[in-house]
């Protein structure tokens, strides 16, 4: 009896330390839960990206690999740099903060941000799809959600103080060399410069059906230029960056800047008909003039860029520029 005892007593203690394990254990679990959904937004690193779907809106853009590299939209060359970065974003970053219902709902709702649906696939599965926010009110750029009704997060790339939710956009611009034009002389049918800092500037250069260029002004075809001039003009459309597009800024402000006068309209026209045309802009940082950088845009596509001056301004010469006197300033 006294050893029946002492097996229920073993008995009792073994259970109680059973469930006292299984209480910690549950406790532990629920509070190690938030590091757990750190992972959610992160692919794991040692799977395979080979495709990056990005929907904002109407515009859909897809970042598919092919044994030739990072294609933009199945045709289009990636940026390199741009992509690589991208993917330690993808699989490297984690939970900074949660955000709050009433947050979310100042940040995000009261100002109209819409979400890009992110889609991440590898071979022919998806691995992840979230919700990004783009956003200005936290150093990392961003609010992201599993679904619409889950909960949001601020998420970063630790080690990385930079903002990743610039990463986050369709605009092909983004994606693409940051280049303007890469004509070659031989493709054009003609270059319109229209100067509204300085109006007596402007000018038109075309080819005639005999493989000579003709320079005129806002009236008149001109005489007397350099045709080396000209020629040396034409080359520097063959390479012509700009520094970065324009992301996280709202509507308001975009219409606030391209409803003043541009200070330059570059167009040019190839030989295939087709016509690309630099809008160009005075870019004011609180208040004061940028005397190093301008907005831009390219005609048909409604994101704004920032050029630098060093980069566009072996284009915007004056008339004089192809005389040998000033006789084309009049």
């Given at each position: 009896?006294?050893?029946?005892?002492?097996?229920?007593k073993?008995?009792?203690?073994?259970?109680?330390?059973?469930?006292?394990l299984?209480?910690?254990?549950i406790?532990?679990?629920?509070?190690?839960?938030f590091?757990?959904?750190?992972?959610?937004?992160?692919?794991?690193?040692?799977?395979?990206?080979?495709?990056?779907?990005?929907r904002e809106?109407?515009?859909?853009l897809?970042?598919?690999?092919?044994?030739?590299g990072?294609?933009?939209?199945?045709n289009?060359?990636?940026?390199?740099?741009?992509?690589?970065?991208?993917?330690?974003i993808?699989?490297?970053?984690?939970?900074?903060?949660?955000?709050?219902?009433?947050?979310?709902a100042k940040?995000?709702?009261?100002?109209?941000?819409?979400?890009?649906?992110?889609?991440?696939?590898?071979?022919?599965?998806?691995v992840?799809?979230?919700?990004?926010?783009?956003?200005k009110?936290?150093?990392?750029?961003?609010?992201?959600?599993?679904?619409?009704?889950?909960?949001?997060?601020?998420?970063?790339?630790?080690?990385?103080?930079?903002?990743?939710?610039s990463?986050?956009?369709?605009?092909?611009?983004f994606?693409?060399?940051?280049?303007?034009?890469?004509?070659?002389?031989?493709?054009m049918?003609?270059?319109?410069?229209?100067?509204?800092?300085?109006?007596?500037?402007?000018?038109?250069?075309?080819g005639?059906?005999?493989?000579?260029?003709?320079?005129?002004?806002?009236?008149?075809?001109?005489?007397?230029?350099?045709?080396?001039?000209?020629?040396?003009?034409?080359?520097?459309?063959i390479?012509?960056p700009?520094?970065?597009?324009?992301?996280?800024?709202?509507?308001?402000?975009?219409?606030?800047?391209?409803?003043?006068?541009?200070?330059?309209?570059?167009?040019?026209?190839?030989?295939?008909?087709?016509?690309?045309?630099?809008?160009?802009?005075?870019?004011?940082?609180?208040?004061?003039?940028?005397?190093?950088?301008?907005?831009?845009?390219i005609?048909?596509?409604?994101?704004?860029?920032?050029?630098?001056?060093?980069?566009?301004?072996p284009?915007?010469?004056?008339?004089?520029?192809?005389?040998?006197?000033?006789?084309?300033d009049?």
């Amino acid at each position: 009896m006294n050893i029946n005892k002492l097996f229920f007593k073993r008995l009792f203690v073994l259970l109680s330390l059973f469930v006292i394990l299984l209480v910690l254990i549950i406790i532990f679990h629920r509070s190690s839960s938030f590091g757990k959904r750190e992972a959610l937004f992160a692919v794991d690193p040692v799977t395979e990206i080979t495709m990056i779907e990005l929907r904002e809106g109407e515009r859909e853009l897809i970042l598919a690999k092919d044994n030739e590299g990072w294609k933009v939209n199945g045709n289009g060359e990636a940026r390199k740099n741009a992509v690589l970065f991208f993917l330690d974003i993808l699989t490297g970053m984690q939970i900074k903060s949660p955000v709050s219902d009433d947050l979310f709902a100042k940040e995000i709702k009261d100002n109209n941000i819409e979400a890009v649906r992110v889609r991440i696939v590898s071979g022919r599965k998806t691995v992840k799809s979230y919700l990004v926010y783009r956003t200005k009110s936290n150093r990392y750029g961003n609010i992201m959600k599993m679904r619409d009704r889950a909960k949001p997060f601020i998420v970063s790339l630790p080690g990385n103080e930079e903002d990743i939710g610039s990463f986050f956009t369709a605009d092909i611009l983004f994606w693409t060399p940051y280049i303007i034009f890469n004509i070659h002389p031989k493709e054009m049918t003609s270059v319109l410069l229209e100067s509204n800092a300085d109006t007596a500037a402007s000018f038109k250069i075309r080819g005639s059906s005999e493989g000579k260029y003709i320079l005129s002004d806002t009236k008149k075809e001109l005489m007397g230029w350099d045709t080396s001039r000209v020629q040396r003009y034409l080359s520097y459309f063959i390479h012509v960056p700009f520094e970065r597009p324009v992301t996280c800024i709202t509507a308001s402000e975009k219409d606030n800047i391209v409803s003043h006068d541009p200070l330059y309209i570059i167009s040019v026209e190839k030989n295939d008909g087709n016509k690309k045309t630099l809008i160009l802009w005075e870019r004011t940082e609180e208040g004061q003039k940028d005397n190093d950088r301008l907005w831009a845009r390219i005609e048909g596509n409604d994101e704004l860029l920032i050029v630098k001056y060093f980069d566009i301004d072996p284009l915007l010469k004056r008339r004089s520029y192809f005389f040998t006197g000033q006789q084309g300033d009049e």
